[in-house]
């Protein structure tokens, strides 16, 4: 496994290693058997998602008021995501680009001053409102309040599919993808331009499923309120 270093690396022990400079192995892993605590995991995904969509709604409101008078285009942008067991699902997020520059497909991932972001959406997405539609996905069963984060098909990282980077990239897929998770309370968020940032990524979330329990939630959920409270480093 991976552990983090107090720079906030990570050095490679055991079997998780880096065979060559191309590819890096994880363990096998599995989901986890609880089924208890993934119910009390659902409720609170359906309580929490109702709730903060209902307490939010001025602010949904107001945001999608300013997109549609910002910029010619649909409040949300859709786009396929891949789901628990792999299944793809429809994200919802906040426009935050010029409609005619979308990547639907998201393969190309945002960088630094990207033309393709509108001024409103670079304010949304520094401040992470641009996620808060995927409350309803939280709501419908499409992801979690946290889990890994959700990726499109076939996403690159440093130039080449994570699949193909990070053998055992699959065993993320293994919960809910979440609204945050364990790598976004560890700060590892933005672009994946290098290979060693979208691997401990990965690490983290194939940690997270080995390790998931209902306290484990809390504490990224505490954490990533502190990290947005410092200036958005969580989701």
């Known amino acids: 496994m991976l552990s983090r270093t107090i720079s906030g690396g990570y050095t490679v022990q055991g079997k998780e290693r880096r065979a060559d400079e191309s590819n890096f192995y994880i363990n096998p892993a599995s989901a986890p058997n609880l089924p208890v605590q993934l119910a009390l995991k659902r409720a609170i995904d359906i309580v929490g998602s109702f709730f903060g969509l209902l307490v939010l ?3 949904i409101l107001f945001i999608a008021l300013l997109i549609k008078l910002e910029s010619k285009g649909p409040v949300f942008f859709r786009q396929l995501r891949t789901g628990l067991n792999e299944a793809p699902f429809e ?26 972001i509108t001024p409103l959406g670079r304010v949304l997405r520094k401040t992470n409102l641009d996620e ?12 979690s ?8 098909p076939d996403m690159l990282a440093a130039g080449r599919s ?6 055992g990239y699959e065993y993320r897929h293994l919960m809910r ?5 364990l790598a976004q309370a560890r700060g590892l968020r933005g672009p994946t331009g290098h290979r060693w940032m ?8 194939v940690e997270y499923v080995r390790n998931f329990s209902l306290f484990l939630d809390m504490k990224i959920m505490i954490r990533t309120v502190i990290n947005e409270l410092k200036g958005g480093t969580g989701l």
């Open 132 to 143: 808060l539609p995927q409350l309803w996905n939280v709501l419908i069963g499409d992801m």
């Open 162 to 167: 994570y699949s193909e980077l990070v053998q």
């Open 145 to 152: 309040l946290v889990g890994p984060r959700p990726h499109v």
């Open 91 to 116: 994200i919802l997020k906040f426009r935050s680009m010029y409609t005619d520059l979308c990547d639907l497909s998201g393969v190309r991932q945002t960088v630094d001053n990207d033309p393709r």
């Open 177 to 181: 993808p979440g609204l945050t998770g």
């Open 57 to 59: 709604s001025p602010v």
């Open 198 to 205: 979208a691997i401990r990524r990965i690490v983290c979330d």
